[in-house]
């Protein structure tokens, strides 16, 4: 039977990230995307001036109340933007009606990147995305969020093995389990994430390093590696998948491209198809 993940995620109208990414690739892994949106906006927020902002948090609690009389069961969690700090009690509440012992709640704490909060978000949002780390079964930074949720000074450029190792201790005694830490360059040529699980093992998963900062890759990384996790790879095989599907994604994608609008996933996505994959 055809497996389901409820992605928790805003509705950019416009830039691929966030819904409009995580529903067609999670489908394309033969997994059923519900979706229970956060905000609608006319595009993201990184580089657009004057977007339309809606934010959901009722609506998310009516759409709950709903589900219950259905008896749903979910196969997966994989949340991502969330456009209010109070959303963030909603989101636990979520968690606490589907989650069990055979599937993942899989945490994106979406905030902030480069070093920089994302113009809409404050400390004390920060402090509020914190109270989710006990129930990650798998969270999904990157470098500048693993930062801000451990009061850790950020660095920019090239990070050292420690350094990283450090920030995946802290968030774990926070209440983590997995950690999969994305934007890890150990070296000029390499970037990638750390998958790091609860027992303690690390894995390494590295691509070479392309140029340009395209927006919306964390989701596209975010949705390949809940699918894959949802249909039973194990943490450093679907980090792989999430690396690999990444990587070809930029290079589908022209370099004189506008990197607002993301990179074209979709070829990726084609070409998987022609290739039978
Ligand atoms: O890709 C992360 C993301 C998702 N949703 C919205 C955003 C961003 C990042 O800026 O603004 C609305």
Same mark, same amino acid.
């Given at each position: ?59 998310? &609690?009516?759409?709950? %109340?709903?589900?219950?009389? $259905?008896?749903?069961?979910?196969? #997966?969690? @994989?949340? +991502? ?35 920089e909060l994302y113009s809409v978000f404050d400390m004390h949002f920060v402090e509020k995305m914190g109270e989710l780390l006990p129930y990650a079964d798998v969270l999904l930074p990157n470098i500048t969020e693993a930062c801000l949720l451990t009061g850790t000074p ?42 790091? &699980?609860?027992?303690? %093992?690390?894995?390494?998963? $590295?691509?070479?390093?392309?140029? #340009?900062? @395209?927006? +919306? ?61």
């Amino acid at each position: 039977m055809t497996k389901n993940i409820v992605a928790v995620h805003d509705i950019s109208c416009v830039g691929r990230c966030s819904s409009t990414v995580a529903l067609p690739i999670i489908s394309a892994y033969g997994i059923e995307c519900r979706l229970l949106p956060t905000a609608l906006l006319s595009t993201h927020t990184g580089g657009f001036t004057n977007f339309t902002y809606l934010d959901l948090t009722d609506e998310m &609690r009516n759409i709950i %109340q709903a589900w219950q009389e $259905l008896n749903l069961h979910m196969d #997966g969690i @994989y949340s +991502g933007f969330m456009a209010s700090a109070e959303q963030i009690d909603v989101l636990k509440d979520l968690i606490g009606i589907y989650k069990d012992a055979n599937n993942l709640a899989i945490i994106d704490p979406v905030m902030a990147d480069h070093g920089e909060l994302y113009s809409v978000f404050d400390m004390h949002f920060v402090e509020k995305m914190g109270e989710l780390l006990p129930y990650a079964d798998v969270l999904l930074p990157n470098i500048t969020e693993a930062c801000l949720l451990t009061g850790t000074p950020y660095q920019e450029g090239v990070q050292s093995e420690a350094f990283i190792e450090m920030l995946i201790e802290k968030l774990q005694a926070r209440g983590a389990k997995n950690v999969v830490l994305t934007g890890v360059m150990l070296d000029e040529k390499y970037i990638g994430a750390a998958a790091a &699980r609860s027992t303690g %093992q690390i894995d390494y998963v $590295l691509a070479e390093k392309l140029p #340009g900062a @395209y927006h +919306g890759t964390g989701d596209i990384f975010g949705s390949v590696l809940s699918a894959e996790l949802t249909n039973g790879k194990t943490l450093a095989a679907a980090t792989r998948e999430a690396v690999d599907f990444v990587v070809k994604s930029i290079k589908n994608t022209p370099k004189s491209a506008d990197k607002r609008y993301g990179v074209e996933f979709e070829q990726t996505l084609k070409s998987k198809r022609k290739q039978g994959q």
